[in-house]
């Protein structure tokens, strides 16, 4: 098997045996998490056989035909970054599916819940193993829809539901401002090709001079820091709590907020090396970094604290990531893909901590809990060493990143000179006092001290092997990678690093280097930080004060203020645009036919109603005429609603009869759609009201209506005998254009269908999105009656 093969399985699979999973959870039942584990198992397999030919400076790259006319195809691209994506996503994965056995109640529907994370394994991998922009994006926008139904997937519960509806919002709308930035990079480039663009030095070239370069960044950079939280962007993380432990520790703390930072590794050739790319990404990385480390001080929440660190944490990957001079232009890739590999070993095991906590005591209220290392030693430990790695003490990997970190501060704040030689790491110093002050709260608040008198059950203790081994293989991993640094270092770093840079990274990553300056400043960190955690209730209490008198100050605020006075807002607009009845708006528009109708007439003096009109009417057309009089009488005349939707909904079938009788198959499959989609959704909303009609129509009105409605009517009928004359003059047909290019140019016999799928695909895509929103809007109508109705 060559290795595009391997990567194509890797990503699709996931997609493909989610797919009959629901069948496969009817013989396994309460055992189907084994069979997702079984699959993530793969996908792993399957990058680790692409693996070493990458490690050797092997870049895979393959593509199979798509969308020829604009260039893009359905191609796959591997490389060291891609590949600790794809190792960090299905390893991760692997871990959280074996964990998820223990932690999820066999009371919850676990076949959706499986189901829901593959899709998203899929969709990870599907992104960062992509080879064109728009193939990024599309499995991009998947991510964000796979989240939003995993955030939410306690549905009858309002906090899940608002988070899911924040992420979704959030992280699709700064898709949305990728997309754009990537159709901006094609405009300068000519290409959607990643490594087309990557390895053209010239091109890179023509980027940074173009003056479209900084509109490109901007737009690319709203989209990576909306998904990795960063910045105002940061307010969904927190919310996204909601789901259960074990999606937050995937989706949270190791694959979709770091699609983001995967984002700015990726565009790290094209636009590093340019003063506009360290002030955008270092900048916003710096602040966030500071702010939310900051901003964990108040939350009593275990995985609140665990949000804000992993804002602040990836923060940290942004600040390296946009560390770069003219001459230096990757100063801080080595330690931002180190730090990568470790957050994603230390956050996933305290959110699976956490998980374990929460699951033995019943609350996640930190301020509820103390005491537990005696009844829970071993989940104990484990918190310990992923709680010490995120503080950056030795031996652990944490350590060796962070020390990399103020390694790449101190060299950036040189090459900027002045002031910047101290502030840069000076900054870089206080992030990690902020950080080693919130992980010794974890161990702290949960774990020693003493047990509480009340709050907690009676008997806690550790839970069994399916919930401790995947956290103890995290820890593992994070000693090992401590203590042989040349593992990372040679097998995932190397590469990582290399494949930004465009250049072999030789990495000499050791615990111990001597007093340096790096090392100088771990210790005042440490320092520091001792000192801060003794202030550290006194600052969440004046944090809590400050943010009940001034709540405006809050992100959050303006977010929700938008959220909730939307109705509003656009009820308000339509009353001033739009403040008559429906059938006022309705009748004009009727007019407005008449009108439009009349004044073509005249103008081509053309006869009314053609001569030699073909009035003969087979059998069965004549049936069929006569049941649609009948519908249409009785949708007009009978006084019950119930009974007059039946007869229009029936009126619309008889019409898809009339359709396959004239050989329209494609015309009777979208009629049916239709008019099932409205039936239904007329009969949910009808049922709600008394069911005759109450309204009493004067003569007058009655007179209006009837002479509109004939008038209208009577056209339309004009309009149907004179369509079947064919082309009036001076217009021509354009049959001819579709006859002869049919074949050619879309490779069809079926005109009828090249026309709709091809020449107005647009158009039908547009009307297939129509109706599967209706289709989801009668979905929620039906489930919103309630389950026992």
């Not at 699709?12 to 079984?38: D, H």
């Not at 305290?350 to 005591?361: D, P």
Request: proline share 5%.
């Amino acid at each position: 098997m060559d290795s595009f093969t391997a990567i194509t399985l890797a990503v699709f699979l996931p997609f493909v045996l989610a797919g009959i999973l629901p069948m496969v959870g009817k013989v396994l039942k309460n055992r189907i998490g084994w069979y997702a584990s079984a699959v993530a198992f793969l996908s792993l397999m399957l990058v680790a056989w692409v693996a070493p030919a990458v490690i050797h400076g092997e870049d895979i790259h393959g593509s199979i035909s798509w969308l020829p006319s604009v260039g893009i195809d359905l191609s796959f691209y591997g490389d060291g970054l891609s590949i600790m994506f794809g190792f960090i996503v299905s390893g991760i994965g692997l871990i959280i599916m074996s964990y998820s056995n223990g932690y999820m109640s066999t009371r919850e529907d676990l076949p959706r819940y499986y189901q829901q994370l593959l899709f998203f394994m899929g969709s990870m991998l599907g992104m960062v193993f992509s080879a064109n922009l728009i193939q990024l994006f599309i499995f991009w926008e998947l991510t964000s829809i796979t989240s939003f139904l995993l955030i939410g997937y306690w549905r009858n519960r309002p906090l899940s539901v608002y988070g899911a509806t924040k992420s979704l919002l959030v992280t699709a709308t700064g898709g949305l401002f990728m997309l754009a930035g990537f159709l901006v990079l094609q405009s300068m480039t000519g290409t959607f090709d990643i490594p087309a663009i990557l390895q053209n030095e010239s091109m890179i070239a023509v980027i940074k001079g173009h003056e479209l370069f900084i509109l490109a960044l901007l737009l690319i950079l709203i989209g990576a820091t909306s998904k990795s939280a960063q910045g105002p962007f940061y307010i969904w993380l927190p919310n996204a709590m909601e789901a259960p432990t074990p999606v937050s520790a995937f989706l949270h703390s190791a694959t979709m907020v770091k699609a983001g930072i995967y984002l700015v590794a990726r565009m790290h050739p094209i636009f590093s090396g340019t003063d506009a790319w360290f002030i955008l990404v270092s900048g916003v990385g710096i602040i966030t970094m500071l702010a939310a480390g900051f901003l964990a001080f108040r939350q009593t929440d275990i995985k609140g604290i665990l949000a804000y660190s992993t804002i602040s944490q990836l923060a940290y990957l942004m600040t390296m990531y946009g560390y770069t001079t003219h001459q230096h232009p990757g100063i801080g890739v080595a330690a931002a893909s180190f730090h990568l590999l470790n957050h994603a070993s230390f956050k996933a095991c305290l959110f699976l901590v956490a998980g374990i906590v929460a699951h033995e005591t019943a609350t996640r209220d930190i301020t509820k809990m103390g005491g537990l290392r005696k009844e829970m030693p071993v989940t104990f430990i484990l918190a310990v060493i992923a709680a010490l790695s995120m503080a950056g003490i030795p031996p652990l990997s944490g350590f060796l990143s962070k020390e990399m970190f103020y390694e790449a501060s101190l060299e950036m704040g040189q090459a900027l000179g002045g002031s910047f030689t101290y502030m840069i790491p000076a900054l870089a110093v206080l992030g990690g006092v902020l950080t080693f002050a919130y992980s010794i709260k974890l161990i702290d608040g949960i774990f020693l001290g003493k047990r509480p008198a009340h709050g907690l059950p009676e008997h806690i203790h550790d839970p069994g092997w399916v919930m401790i081994l995947p956290t103890a293989l995290l820890a593992l991993l994070i000693v090992l990678f401590g203590l042989v640094p040349s593992i990372p270092s040679h097998y995932i770093v190397g590469p990582t690093a290399g494949s930004i840079l465009s250049e072999t990274a030789d990495l000499h990553i050791e615990l111990w280097h001597g007093f340096t300056p790096s090392l100088m400043m771990t210790i005042v960190t440490f320092v520091l930080g001792i000192l801060t955690y003794t202030r550290y209730e006194s600052i969440a209490a004046w944090q809590n004060r400050f943010n009940s008198r001034h709540p405006m100050i809050s992100v959050n605020y303006f977010y929700d203020a938008a959220v909730d006075n939307a109705k509003n807002i656009t009820s308000g607009f339509s009353s001033r645009m739009q403040p008559g009845t429906v059938k006022t708006y309705v009748t004009a528009l009727l007019l407005l036919l008449l009108v439009l109708f009349i004044i073509p007439v005249i103008q081509i003096s053309t006869d009314v109603i053609p001569a030699g009109l073909n009035f003969d009417i087979p059998p069965y057309e004549a049936i069929l005429f006569t049941f649609m009089i009948i519908a249409a009488l009785g949708a007009a005349l009978l006084p019950r609603y119930i009974p007059a939707v039946i007869s229009l909904s029936g009126l619309g079938y008889l019409v898809s009869l009339l359709f396959i009788y004239l050989s329209a198959p494609d015309l009777a499959l979208t009629q049916v759609l239709v008019e099932t989609l409205s039936t239904i959704i007329f009969l949910l909303a009808i049922v709600k009201i008394p069911q005759r009609f109450r309204e009493r129509m004067s003569t007058s009105v009655l007179t209006k209506d009837i002479l509109i409605s004939s008038a209208v009517a009577l056209t339309v009928f004009i309009l149907m005998i004179n369509a079947t004359q064919g082309i009036v003059s001076p217009f021509e047909s354009l049959s001819h254009y579709f006859i002869e290019n049919s074949l050619p140019l879309a490779g069809g016999h079926n005109i009828v269908n090249v026309i709709i799928v091809d020449f107005r695909g647009y158009d039908t895509l547009g009307e297939i999105s129509v109706l599967c929103l209706a289709a989801f809007g009668v979905y929620n109508l039906i489930h919103s009656r309630g389950e026992g109705e």
